[in-house]
């Protein structure tokens, strides 16, 4: 859990200590699903310095209407230490109406499946669903004026071409400074599917996430509950059932 947890902080936004760092994996996923096809998939590998690589694979696997009658995918999400998923440490597959995406407050998913570990996929019920995508970490504590840092800047800068394990690519580089220190450099490319994601830099801390393949022939993989498992019920969630993990707030 710790890899993806790790995945969330590339994603998520720097500066904040108590920012929600799986808001901005929504937002990319959001935007991205507006172009994304059954079938698109991408696997990155995060480099959490030292001997720590995982690997993060997203993949559309089919799609249908949901139960509001929108247009809607379901996507896959797999964490392992091994480049082709064999025995991920989770696996996630969730029902995402397009252009709607994945929003805390505009019901962008509508059913989702998880399982963590060894433990048996389960499907949350709808009134779990509802109550874990609300939740909100703490916001941040207010600071006198003078006190607390300046603002952090957003800068884009101009398309290139970025080499990458998957092959060369046409990314925009866009940087989140902190006065003048680069905390974050995210490298979007319309070439790559779902996310648009080609590369997350974080130099103070020599994390990483790039993107190593993607493709178009994805397959559902993950195996589903019977009619017979139990679902997730609300009642359970905070205490015999993991929060959904790109939802935690990051660690202090």
């Not at 995060?46 to 809607?72: P, S």
């Not at 003048?180 to 070439?191: A, F, G, M, N, Y």
């Amino acid at each position: 859990m710790r890899a993806l947890a790790l995945v969330l902080l590339l994603l998520g936004a720097a500066p904040a200590r108590a920012a929600m760092p799986g808001k901005s994996l929504l937002d990319h996923l959001a935007k991205g699903l507006r172009s994304t096809h059954a079938g698109d998939w991408v696997t990155y590998r995060l480099d959490g310095g030292g001997a720590r690589v995982h690997y993060w694979r997203l993949a559309v696997v089919g799609e249908e209407k949901d139960r509001l009658g929108r247009d809607a995918l379901w996507v896959e999400m797999e964490m392992g230490t091994h480049p082709e998923m064999r025995a991920p440490l989770s696996q996630i597959r969730m029902l995402v109406a397009r252009g709607q995406g994945v929003a805390f407050d505009a019901g962008g998913v509508t059913r989702l499946i998880a399982a963590i570990g060894f433990d048996r996929p389960q499907e949350y019920s709808p009134e779990a669903l509802e109550h874990v995508l609300a939740k909100r970490p703490p916001r941040p504590r207010a600071t006198s004026p003078g006190a607390g840092p300046s603002t952090p800047v957003i800068r884009s800068g101009q398309e290139t071409r970025l080499m990458t394990p998957a092959g060369t690519v046409t990314a925009v580089p866009i940087e989140l400074l902190y006065r003048s220190t680069v905390i974050k450099r995210t490298w979007l490319s319309r070439e790559i599917p779902i996310l648009q994601l080609a590369k997350i830099e974080i130099p103070r801390i020599a994390h990483a996430l790039e993107v190593v393949e993607y493709g178009v022939n994805a397959k559902a993989r993950m195996l589903l509950p019977d009619a017979k498992t139990p679902q997730v019920r609300l009642e359970y969630v905070d205490k015999a059932f993991p929060q959904l993990p790109w939802l935690e707030e990051e660690a202090p």
